[in-house]
């Protein structure tokens, strides 16, 4: 059989982890990305989403809308209804760690 003892630094170390764990669960993690990643990203999931609801963009078209240069192959309606969608998860994004928002389903 095992004997351990709970040494100072191990009662420190554990401090240290239960402080750690507090700031992660009462903080809110951040959803803003930077950088070509989130960029990215934002256009291959807007051009998902679009596309199901048919807008008939690519990823490269939408992230030329984004960036505030719409293609000639474009719709204007179509460009409105991306950055549309991308203002509406924007949105979304921001009320989600809103402590007064709650989900309700149906």
Known sequence: MYRWQITAQIESDLERIERLRYELDRGVLPRRWAGRLRRDLEAASTAASTAMEGVP???DEVRRIL?????????????????GYRDAMSFV??????????WQSG
């Open 57 to 59: 963009v690519t990823v």
């Open 67 to 83: 960036a505030g240069e719409r293609p000639t192959t474009v719709s204007a309606e179509d460009a409105r209804l991306v950055e």
């Open 93 to 102: 994004l921001r009320r989600a760690d809103d402590p007064g928002f709650a």
